[in-house]
């Protein structure tokens, strides 16, 4: 991909992480929206992910902070939102610190939606 491309799509929301919100750094990745499923076969394709593959296209571009790419990896966008809304739950289960912290008040749990920043950037746009 060449650096204008990179470059237009790095502006797509600022220069920001489409997913996070945070200022995209030196080492910031290009997410395919639709995932590519880069080293799979058609056949896999088919087989464990119930859809086609994203395209390499502009409209199927996001930018992205490291962080978000590879914790996002072959999800859709939906399911992305349902793993991050699961954090809380596996923090309870995996984490005494984290259980710790709750119980002496130095952090709050939340029922909030995960809104991905590239949604709330739209909404104020419009």
């Not at 945070?22 to 499923?37: N, R, S, T, Y």
């Not at 994203?54 to 978000?68: A, D, I, L, T």
């Not at 130095?106 to 909030?112: D, G, M, S, V």
């Amino acid at each position: 991909m060449n650096k204008k491309t990179r470059d237009l799509i790095k502006s797509k929301y600022n220069n920001k992480c489409a997913y996070c919100g945070c200022e995209l750094q030196k080492g910031w990745h290009v997410d395919h929206i639709e995932p590519a499923f880069h080293n799979w076969s058609d056949e896999d394709v088919k087989l464990y992910s119930k859809r086609d593959r994203g395209k390499n296209e502009m409209e199927n571009y996001n930018p992205s902070c490291p962080r978000c790419n590879r914790w996002k990896s072959t999800f859709s966008t939906e399911y992305f939102r349902i793993e991050i809304s699961k954090q809380i739950e596996r923090l309870k289960r995996d984490s005494p610190q984290f259980r710790m912290a709750l119980d002496y008040g130095l952090i709050k749990e939340t029922n909030i939606k995960v809104e991905f920043y590239f949604e709330k950037y739209l909404k104020i746009k419009c």
